[in-house]
């Protein structure tokens, strides 16, 4: 019976002079947490610089979030490369609320949204400059998927203007003045509908009717359209050649115009484009690096740049050279 007392573990040795030191005696020893800083408190920075050769503009756009990502605090400015008065404007922007403040007229254009008893949509819109805005209130009609708006300015100057929202579309009827000082009732609408494999879609404005067909599968886009009551009619056309090629073009019969443009995507980041407008009779090229569809912050390595060639039709030997680059920096 002495094997199992043989294999026991040795007594614990004693303990040390650091471990019988009394808990807030120990504690002391370990150095406090630094502190945060400004810098390192800060909410991150999103920093964008546009620059346009063709209008010789500069533009900086300056984002970050504030109160703990409640809103989005937002420094645009402008300015050309040939000198001149920049311009700026800052906006707060939140869910239901925003301020946008031009700092050179010093107006400023706020809009709000809030949700009232039941399913009632209130919006809101005011300019300082101007001393307009505008109140618009929406609801649901019952269980249907139908909405009905009524938008009045403020200060009022006639009858509040009624929308009527439904899934295929929506009509708006608005009291409109003419040149005579004579005011009538004018109807505005647009209403979409699935015809023929494709999309068929309606557009009334103004006395004038648009009338537009879209027929679209992996490889082949097809677009009619009939404008009302002139008759202008015109067609486009896009065929995708290859998973990497594709041709577009665009005729009108009423003018004779024409437009075609070729598209190869060489790899993910790089895009070509070649053009021609017989409107303008010009032909154009340019190359496209990062995502020229997408948005800057999903464009690779935060960057977007346009090179492009226009060759007028008149005047070969004088063509322009347009670089557009878009950059963004996060801090």
């Not at 886009?221 to 009939?226: G, K, T």
Request: glycine content about 6%; hydrophobic content about 35%; charged content about 20%.
């Amino acid at each position: 019976m002495a094997a199992p007392a043989l294999l026991s573990a040795p007594p614990p040795p004693p303990p040390m002079e650091e471990d019988v030191l009394t808990p807030h005696v120990a504690a002391s020893r370990n150095p406090p947490p630094p502190e945060r800083g400004f810098l390192r408190g800060r909410p991150p920075i999103r920093v964008t610089s546009e620059f346009d050769s063709e209008h010789q503009l500069f533009s900086h756009r300056i984002s970050c979030r504030v109160l703990n990502g409640l809103a989005k605090l937002r420094l645009r400015l402008h300015h050309g490369a040939a000198g001149g008065a920049p311009t700026s404007e800052v906006a707060l922007i939140a869910r239901n609320f925003s301020a946008i403040v031009d700092t050179a007229s010093r107006g400023a254009v706020l809009r709000g949204t809030a949700d009232l008893a039941g399913s009632l949509h209130l919006r809101a819109a005011h300019n300082t400059k101007e001393g307009q805005g505008e109140v618009a209130v929406t609801t649901n009609l019952g269980d249907s998927p139908c909405k009905i708006e009524l938008a009045s300015l403020v200060p009022p100057n006639g009858l509040p203007r009624a929308t009527l929202m439904f899934p295929n579309g929506e009509i708006s009827v608005k009291e409109k003045k003419l040149d005579e000082g004579e005011k009538i009732l004018s109807v505005n609408g647009i209403v979409k509908s699935h015809v023929l494999s494709g999309v068929c879609t309606a557009l009334y404005n103004d006395n004038m009717m648009n009338i537009k067909y879209l027929y679209k599968d992996d490889e082949l886009s097809f677009i009619p359209s009939l404008t009302l009551p002139s008759n202008s009619l015109s067609f486009g056309f896009k065929r995708q050649l290859t998973p990497s090629d594709k041709f577009s073009y665009r005729y009108h019969f009423d003018t004779n115009y024409w437009s075609a443009v070729y598209k190869q995507k060489a790899s993910k980041h790089v895009k070509w484009k070649a053009g021609y407008g017989s409107n303008e009779r010009l032909g154009w090229a340019s190359v496209w690096v990062g995502d020229a569809s997408g948005k800057t912050k999903e464009a690779p390595l935060k960057t977007k740049v346009q090179l492009m060639v226009k060759v007028p039709q008149d005047n070969i030997r004088n063509p322009t050279v347009v670089l557009r680059v878009k950059k963004r920096w996060d801090f």
